[in-house]
């Protein structure tokens, strides 16, 4: 917990407070990840479906990012933390009981994953936000490393627990677990103590998300990292699905192997995590788009896989680029943006995200009904790295007309 150290966000009692809650919190989520593709997967046996759920739950990502990070700016962020956290515990709550009881249809499944991602559009940009006062500026960086950690134990531990208890009781109890879930946030944030937040802009009721947009639009680089994220968030962050359909319809595997899948995968992603707080000073628009063309290969790596092994064996590796990556992407965004904008843009960040899944979920989705899962994962990875290859080329260009510039200033 020293000032330079990996843990040194920990030496912040809000941060303490409402890490071990994320925990939780991020265990039940990633265990509703699963139990959702896999209740799908049971209800109509379509890949196409599938898609779409995601689509769903991902859809409102694209409306309401920018108005949370707006909210962000204006009002409490603990305050409206609590306001999210109890939404999604009551759509969690209610899926769980339809599946127990036996009620539970297709449509329920739409309706509540519509419903879920409309308090996950608004609840990621004022979380993300939010990490500065807990932290304050200095820290963010090592707060975001340490987040993704958080995250990433509970996709390792999450989908592992959600298999098991698929394999043992049914899809519903994931669902009512992930609603527990969230009364460990709501207690954690009762909790903070407001006095010891690093608030450095007071909520200014006149927000704009104009102001955020502007912003974007004036910083090339910003712009830059935000579309190679697009694409590779898009195209290539599918693992949810590309690990169902390979589990189930290329390898012939059930529920349990396809959580421990995800296990897998977070062992990679846990690990990057880990060494990304060691790696502060390499969170530059270069390396993240080095590291996208690294991703896109690797997933496109995946639809060659002969076995089960053979696929758990790359899957670690394209999660542990990916999430370094993204890291990057999320602490360069952060750490550049004004304090009084930093909602906003974060906003507008997790929009391109996140946004693309309503878009991309559904044609992956349709593209493995229709051409197999392995060319779709192909064509995904492929897709990733060439955009970060011309946005990296792009970036060179602006670095050299820029040297060029101060030079006949000179």
Not at 17 to 43: C, F, H, K, M
Not at 159 to 184: D, E, M, R
Not at 222 to 251: D, H, P, S, W, Y
Request: hydrophobic share 50%.
């Amino acid at each position: 917990m020293s000032k330079s150290g990996a843990l040194r966000s920990f030496k912040h009692r809000n941060f303490r407070v409402l890490y071990p809650a994320s925990v939780v919190s991020n265990i039940g989520t990633w265990a509703q990840r699963v139990a959702q593709d896999w209740l799908v997967l049971e209800l109509t046996g379509s890949s196409a479906e599938l898609g779409i759920v995601t689509g769903l739950q991902f859809l409102p990502t694209i409306f309401l990012s920018m108005w949370g990070g707006a909210l962000a700016d204006r009002f409490n962020k603990r305050k409206l933390l609590m306001l999210t956290a109890f939404g999604g515990g009551i759509t969690s709550a209610l899926l769980g009981l339809l599946v127990i009881t036996r009620s539970v249809q297709t449509w329920h499944v739409y309706a509540l994953a519509l419903i879920f991602g409309i308090f996950s559009a608004i609840d990621a940009p004022i979380r993300t936000s939010f990490n500065s006062e807990l932290v304050g500026k200095a820290d963010i960086a090592n707060a975001v490393s340490l987040n993704a950690t958080n995250f990433n134990i509970g996709r390792m531990v999450g989908p592992a627990l959600s298999g098991y208890l698929i394999l043992l009781f049914g899809t519903g109890w994931s669902f009512l677990i992930n609603a527990l879930s969230y009364v460990f946030i709501i207690i954690a944030l009762n909790r903070i103590r407001p006095d010891e937040l690093h608030i450095t802009q007071k909520p200014d009721r006149a927000a704009s998300i104009k102001d955020g947009i502007t912003y974007v639009r004036e910083n090339l680089q910003v712009r830059l990292v935000m579309i190679t994220v697009f694409f590779g968030a898009t195209f290539g962050l599918n693992f949810q699905i590309f690990n169902a359909l390979m589990a189930r319809k290329e390898f012939g595997l059930g529920p349990a192997e396809f959580g421990g899948a995800g296990s897998v995968l977070a062992l990679g992603t846990l690990t990057a995590a880990l060494v990304g707080t060691r790696l502060e000073n390499a969170r530059v628009p270069k390396r993240i788009m080095i590291g996208a063309m690294a991703f896109g290969l690797l997933v496109a790596t995946l639809a060659f896989a002969q076995t089960y092994v053979q696929y758990l064996v790359i899957l670690p590796f394209a999660g542990a680029v990916a999430l370094t990556t993204f890291i990057f992407a999320n602490s360069y965004v952060q750490t550049t943006t004004p304090a009084h904008l930093r909602g906003r843009v974060m906003g507008i960040y997790l929009m391109i995200f996140m946004g693309g899944t309503p878009l991309g979920s559904p044609i992956i989705g349709w593209a493995a009904g229709t051409i197999g899962i392995r060319a779709t994962v192909l064509i995904c990875g492929l897709i990733t790295t060439t955009a970060a290859v011309l946005v990296f080329l792009r970036l060179r260009e602006s670095i050299k007309s820029k040297g060029h510039g101060n030079a006949e200033h000179n």
